[in-house]
């Protein structure tokens, strides 16, 4: 299975949001099937097959998430860091502003789903391919 040392060799890559479909295909390389990204202090799980699961740790500062879910300000938010105007920790300051607690990216499926505190879906994605 993979290691938490071997996803984090694959994170140091991304640099934007328009890095993310190579993270995806690398982290597909791994094993893992899914992760799930929290907002307020960025730790992350992920998991593969036979229930296989590792947690990253969190980091600071936390980022308080704003109650009131601004899914216009979000959408344009992620729009310019897919286009690579943003590092990670400005898109996860701009998603706690926006009211979005965490993200599910299923690997299997290539979707990433963004949630609001409430547990609720305010963006499905389809995960691009990298070309």
Known sequence: MFTLQQIESAHSKVKSGSDFPKYIQDLKELGVQSFQTWVNDRHTEYKGK???SIQSEGS?????????????????????????ETD??????????SGIEKWDVDLLEMTCI???????????????SID
């Open 50 to 52: 036979n229930n296989f």
């Open 60 to 84: 600071l500062p936390n980022l308080d998430i704003q109650k009131e879910m601004t899914a216009e300000v979000f959408i344009q938010n992620l729009k310019i860091h897919q286009q690579g």
């Open 88 to 97: 990670f920790f400005t898109f996860c300051q701009h998603c706690a502003e």
């Open 114 to 128: 963004y949630f609001d505190q409430n547990g609720i879906q305010v963006l499905v994605e389809k995960v691009p």
